[in-house]
């Protein structure tokens, strides 16, 4: 069965310090791939998205990420956080073609940042 | 505007009783999706209906029984509710395969 697992459970930073959150899938097959944030008590927010093409993709409010297919990692990253980034992070893939396109989230990571 | 909306946002109830949470939505999207949200914010799939046919129903208790009467409604039934059911329920709507949107969410508090 599919599966995405993300690296960190919760992370501290501090204002401007540089953010990677580690997300792999298991699956072979072709994926598209998600990351979403989750401000404290709202819903999920699409913050960026992979389906072909360029492997490095830009999203909202800075954040980017890099899809490496040989390592099946799609990593977030952002040089400099803001308090205003405090919110969990959530990877998550679907799988084309079948399974209804459903999404199939890692555990999320919980963002604190320092003012 | 809402793009997806649930009602409502806040459900407090007793064990045994059945309720019922509404998500709606305005994209145009064919396919509808329920997940649960546990305490640990682990998010899990539980239905998906694409034009209004069922095509993913993640080993959810029969309890749970989703309706969907048109492509933009997809409504939660849940019949005597156990302690387990609480959770937040999230709605979401795509083009089949492509990003999903998420309604608000709907926080179930079972006493």
């Known amino acids: 069965a599919q599966s995405v697992s993300q690296h960190n459970h919760h992370v501290i930073l501090s204002e401007a310090a540089s953010l990677e959150l580690g997300c792999n899938y298991s699956y072979g097959g072709t994926v598209n791939l998600f990351w979403y944030v989750q401000y404290p008590g709202q819903h999920l927010q699409l913050l960026l998205k992979y389906f072909s093409g360029d492997p490095l993709v830009k999203g909202i409010k800075g954040f980017e990420a890099e899809f490496i297919k040989s390592k099946f990692s799609f990593n977030l990253r952002k040089p400099s956080v803001q308090w205003s980034d405090t919110a969990e992070y959530f990877c998550?893939?679907?799988?084309?073609?079948?399974?209804?396109?459903?999404?199939?989230f890692g555990q999320g990571t919980e963002l604190s940042v320092k003012p | 505007d809402t793009a997806v909306s649930q009602t409502p946002k806040y459900l407090v109830t007793q064990m045994g009783n059945d309720k019922s949470i509404k998500c709606e939505q305005n994209?145009?999207?064919?396919?509808m999706y329920w997940y649960k949200q546990d305490s640990k914010k682990f998010l899990k799939i539980m239905f998906s209906?694409?034009?209004?046919?069922?095509?993913i129903n993640e080993t959810v208790p029969n309890r749970f029984s989703p309706k969907s009467p048109d492509k933009a409604h997809l409504n939660l039934h849940i019949n005597s509710l156990e302690l387990g059911d609480s959770a937040v329920y999230f709605c979401?709507?795509?083009?089949?395969?492509?990003?999903?949107?998420f309604g608000p969410g709907t926080r179930l508090t079972v006493l």
């Open positions: 979401a709507s795509s083009h089949r395969g492509g990003e999903q949107f």
């Open positions: 994209l145009g999207h064919d396919t």
């Open positions: 998550a893939v679907s799988v084309l073609y079948n399974q209804g396109g459903k999404l199939i």
């Open positions: 209906y694409n034009n209004k046919e069922l095509i």
